[in-house]
């Protein structure tokens, strides 16, 4: 596809671009190098790189792309494979094909609501009261059936239906406190608008529990999507259904898909395992879903530990949905814009008064009651904790949302010491429970009124009054999952999940929880007792455990009753046979029935030569409305000279496969007959027409008016708004230019025009300009496009590096005087050539971060450290974040481990990757293995990671062991690599681990569960 950043979608090829300079070409050039010849920021070039934003001009992108490929062939490292990764065409039609996709018209939904404001605003005036205002309305919002079981207008949707969590209560009050509008709204907002108009799209809040994710994303629904259709499916399956249903819906603007917490529908086995490499339904339904054909707008929330591990997954499919996600961050606490906003809407909610006082949790958590939720969960009744933590242990194994009552009733027992359990009485259970589950005190309070909520939730069952289970409190369960990241799970626990659960999917995701700690007995009864969704993950386990054959038997007999999963998997097996004739055979026996084998055997067939074989089966599977098999079999066709063949079995396929018709148009266009060029054209009309995605672009129009020189045609469609026409016609400009340079006085106007259209900058008239040398108009554009506008890191970027080619250093220090950190750095690196280091250190008192980090430099390469560390000292209380960033990176490179150990461990926020990890080195190499045990206690993975590697080093690999069984995944690792040479772990591979840590290998006179 070509669509978003889906897998051969534009940021993902600008990752792996990112990847391919860092692997093949020594990290060159440098982004600063790049950032030159872009004539954009190196952050600029940073971030796209990484494939976090979308540039909006395809032209200055394929500027690093040309440096990079000549790089490439300079090391001589430009294979055929990265020539074709680096080929130009291929980045315009991604290019095209993602701007397409963002590309929009105004909400018919914002239009619905204007309207209906206005109506009533008219109405209203003209005294229009009682029935008749309500009846007038409903000509603008209409009642219309949905075409989706179970979809609501957005505005018949009660909060808390949509995962809108309960606030703490005051007398008086409403269930949800005013709303506050965040910083991260607008970001929000702009994505639901953008995806709203143009064919759908996934947005994802990204932040911890209890920070106002599901809040944000239901008043900006609310706010920019009024009466659309919105449907909040209860599990994958619903969402399948969805995704199977054919046609355009009979209304055309787009379906609103609330999903909330997605963790849950993700197929995700636990929260401290990463996922199996099992398919994903709930993915690839979303992929399809992602159709502007019938456009669906996807909604949900992640914890950024869950999007993280699902960005690591090891199915496609997930990965894609987190590819062509919009995803929006919530921070953790408010900013001091957002605090005002908090005070200027408490006097209305006494609520947001209180919780803005509060000091040790966040305003979002206060008023969730995270600190009694704390308290309750740490001290209290000891029965009730445990009941609590039996809940946490569940979900982070993989349990279901909803904890089964007799569940937490039979494990909470294993979280008693002994004499706990023995003065238990018959009514333990029941004050647990109600302890578990009453209204905790809350702190919110405010003229004498006190908030409530509670950690568990109960569930109702069908019957009035039952209770099937209960749902942890979010905040609790973050809170749970972070600080038993590493504690062991009671064996009842475990046991409990086999004699109180009869969910498959449910056994699977424990049963993977027990194979990641190396459980494998364990996982294996959780699979068998999960019926034939667990036979795939325990053939898998088998094979690691070198059970290859007993595996193939179990895989081969569920292949055979027509079981999809299983034939994918032999197939994937299949590969690995090295004997031809056995590895056709085995996939011919499967490939009549299954499409996955029949694509396998098409191409093994094509790699050993046998191209008439593998055409025959690619059409065979082309006949099926397989679009891609179509082309495989053209492609084949054309290189054995069969053209007319080929063009034949594309124009049969062409009407209903996107990739058909691109194939086709490409080789039409081969020929060079008119009769060919003409119908190449007609294609490609078509389907522009239509706005596909993923057929024929805009761009490719854009290209064939150039190829043939139809530039009338091709400056009608600048004229028209299409981003790729106007590049070209500048860059006709530009050419022509060098000759008449009354071409450019014209064009000039013409860009202007453009830029008039966009509040992203004056791109079209600096790119012209700039092609042109004409840098001083250049700037005069951007000043007076900067008295309208905010500025932007780009547009500082370019400017800046035209003043410098210009000489005027004037204008760039009063860029830098106002905050331009590009001016910044310009005018420290400057300053410091020529020797005026006062006036750079002026700079950094008042916390330019580009002069603090070129003094720091600077006394650094003099020897002098502290005088070095001192200048950063200076700066934190201005950006405190940033310049402690620059601190440790100067300790950290200068080996300054006792000042470095006390910064880091003086922090008051929490601590970046980077520097957690720094943190645990260091405090292995001081020999402070407590500290460093108490931090991997608190879940801190780089302790634990730090700590498993010194534990191993010191061949303590009882240690190591029982830190597996824990759930650390370095133990887990660490264990499995050195399993092979170490006496003491021998056994290990094939047997895994016992809950106390031993090596499971059978004991005499007891048989291996297993077999």
């Known amino acids: 596809m070509v669509d978003g950043d889906g897998e051969d979608g534009f940021l993902a090829r600008m990752k792996a671009l990112g990847v391919l300079r860092r692997q093949q070409l020594s990290g060159r050039p440098s982004d600063r190098h790049l950032a030159r010849r872009a004539r954009v920021s190196q952050t600029t070039v940073g971030v796209w790189l990484r494939g976090e934003r979308f540039p909006q001009d395809v032209d200055t992108f394929l500027v690093v792309v040309r440096e990079l490929l000549d790089t490439a062939r300079a090391l001589g490292v430009a294979t055929p494979g990265v020539e074709e990764r ?28 204007q309207g209906r404001a206005a109506l009533e605003t008219a109405l209203a005036g003209a005294g229009a009261t009682g029935a008749a205002l309500p009846a007038a309305l409903a000509s603008v919002t209409p009642s219309v059936t949905p075409s989706v079981p179970g979809a609501r207008r957005v505005e018949d949707w009660h909060p808390r239906l ?27 907002r702009s994505a639901l608008r953008t995806m709203a108009t143009s064919g759908g799209g996934v947005l994802l809040l990204i932040g911890n529990p209890s920070t106002g994710k599901t809040r944000s994303a239901y008043e900006a629904v609310r706010a920019e999507l009024p009466g659309r259709w919105l449907v909040r499916p209860k599990d994958a399956a619903e969402v399948a259904a969805l995704a199977e249903r054919g046609g355009t819906p009979p209304d055309p603007a787009p379906l609103i898909l609330w999903l909330d917490g997605v963790d849950r529908l993700l197929d995700a086995p636990s929260a401290d395992a990463p996922l199996a490499d099992a398919p994903a339904p709930l993915a690839a339904a979303l992929v399809e879903l992602c159709d502007p054909q019938r456009p669906t707008v996807v909604i949900g929330t992640l914890w950024p530990e869950q999007y993280d591990r699902h ?29 005002e906003r908090t005070q200027e809407v408490g006097w209305r909610d006494p609520r947001l008064s209180a919780a803005y006082w509060i000091s040790n949790f966040g305003i979002v958590q206060t008023l969730a009651g995270a600190p009694a939720l704390e308290r309750c969960w740490r001290t209290g009744d000891p029965y009730g904790r445990a009941v609590l933590t039996a809940a946490v242990d569940a979900r982070r194994l993989g349990g279901p949302e909803v904890t089964p009552s007799a569940f937490l009733r039979a494990a909470a027992p294993g979280y008693l010491t002994s004499a706990q359990w023995a003065r238990a009485d018959d009514g333990w259970w029941e004050r647990a429970i109600g302890y578990a589950t009453r209204p905790v005190e809350g702190t919110a309070r405010a003229n004498g009124t006190a908030g409530t909520t509670s950690a568990l939730s109960p569930c109702a069952g069908d019957e009035p009054g039952s209770v099937v289970g209960y749902a942890v409190a979010d905040y609790l369960l973050h809170l749970g999952r972070s600080q038993r990241l590493f504690e062991a799970v009671p064996e009842r626990t475990w046991r409990t999940f086999l004699t109180t659960t009869d969910d498959p999917r449910v056994l699977v995701r424990i049963g993977w929880s027990a194979q990641w700690r190396l459980l494998y007995e364990l996982a294996e009864e959780l699979y068998l007792a999960a019926g034939t969704e667990g036979v795939l993950p325990r053939a898998k386990l088998l094979v690691a455990r070198g059970r290859s054959a007993e595996a193939w038997r179990l895989v081969t007999s569920l292949a055979e009753r027509g079981h999809d999963e299983a034939v994918q998997l032999l197939v994937t097996w299949v590969r690995s046979i090295s004997d031809d004739d056995q590895r056709l055979a085995q996939l011919a026996r499967y490939a009549p029935a299954h499409d996955e084998a029949a694509r396998a055997l098409a191409r093994e067939l094509a790699a050993i030569g046998r191209h008439d074989d ?34 034949e079995l594309l124009r049969r396929h062409a009407p209903t496969s996107p990739p058909v018709r691109r194939t086709l148009f490409d080789l039409l266009l081969k020929t060079g007959a008119p009769e060919d060029t003409a119908e190449a054209e007609q294609l490609l009309r078509r389907d522009v027409a239509r706005s596909s995605t993923d057929g024929l672009t805009e761009f490719d129009l854009v290209e064939f008016l150039r190829t043939f020189d139809r530039l009338e045609e091709l400056e009608s469609l600048a004229t028209a708004g299409s981003r790729a026409a106007r590049s070209r016609m500048i860059d006709t400009w530009a050419t022509e230019g060098e000759h008449d340079p009354a071409v450019v006085d014209r064009a000039v106007v013409i860009c202007a025009r ?12 600096l790119h012209l300009l700039r092609e042109t040398d004409r840098l001083a108009q250049a700037v005069d554009v951007v000043n007076a496009w900067e008295r309208d506008h905010e500025g932007n890191d780009d547009i500082n970027a370019v400017v800046t590096d035209m003043l410098m080619d210009l000489g005027r250093w004037d204008d760039v220090a009063a860029r830098a005087d106002r905050g331009d950190t590009r001016a910044q750095e310009a005018v420290a690196r400057r300053l410091l050539e020529h020797g005026r280091i006062d ?15 070129r003094v720091s430099e600077l ?44 910064l880091l461990t003086s922090l008051d926020r929490r601590l970046g990757k980077r520097e957690a990890r720094i943190l645990a080195d260091l405090l292995v190499r001081k020999g402070r293995i407590a500290e460093l045990t108490d931090r991997a206690a608190a879940g801190d993975k780089h302790a634990d990671e730090a700590l498993v590697h010194h ?23 660490v264990l499995l690599d050195l399993a092979v040479e170490e006496p003491e772990l021998q056994g290990l591979t094939t047997y895994g681990l016992r809950l106390d840590g031993s090596i499971a290998v059978p004991r005499e006179g007891v048989d291996d569960v297993s077999r």
Not at 840 to 853: K, Q, S
Not at 873 to 891: F, K, M, P, S, W
Not at 951 to 973: E, I, N, P, W, Y
């Open 86 to 113: 680096l080929a130009e065409q291929g980045w315009r039609q991604a290019h095209a094909a993602e701007a397409a996709r963002r590309a929009g018209v105004v909400s018919d939904g914002v239009v619905r609501a």
């Open 859 to 902: 006394l650094a390469e003099r020897g002098d450290i502290a005088g070095a560390a001192e200048v950063w000292c200076g700066t934190v209380a201005l950006r405190q974040e940033y310049a402690n960033l620059g601190l440790v990176d100067l300790l950290h490179e200068h080996d300054r481990v006792d000042d470095l150990l006390d």
């Open 951 to 973: 534990l191993a080093s010191h061949r303590r690999f009882a240690d190591v062991r029982s830190r597996a069984v824990a759930g650390s995944g370095a133990a887990t690792r």
């Open 614 to 647: 593998a055409v025959e089966q690619w059409t065979g599977l082309a006949e099926k409305g397989d679009g891609k098999s179509a082309v495989r079999a053209a492609e084949l066709l054309a290189g054995a000279g069969r053209g007319a063949d080929a063009l």
């Open 839 to 853: 006036e750079v250190m002026r700079r950094a008192e008042r916390g330019e971060l580009p002069a603090c980090r």
């Open 162 to 188: 949509l995962g809108v969590k309960p606030s703490v209560t005051a007398p008086g009050g409403d269930d949800l406190p005013g709303y506050v509008v965040r910083d991260h709204d607008r970001e929000l």
């Open 311 to 339: 960005a690591s997954a090891a199915a496609a499919a997930v990965r894609e949905v987190l590819d062509l996600a919009t995803t929006v961050v919530v921070p953790d606490e408010f900013s001091a814009s957002e605090r």
């Open 754 to 765: 453009w830029d008039a259209e966009s509040d992203d900058g004056p791109w079209s008239a």
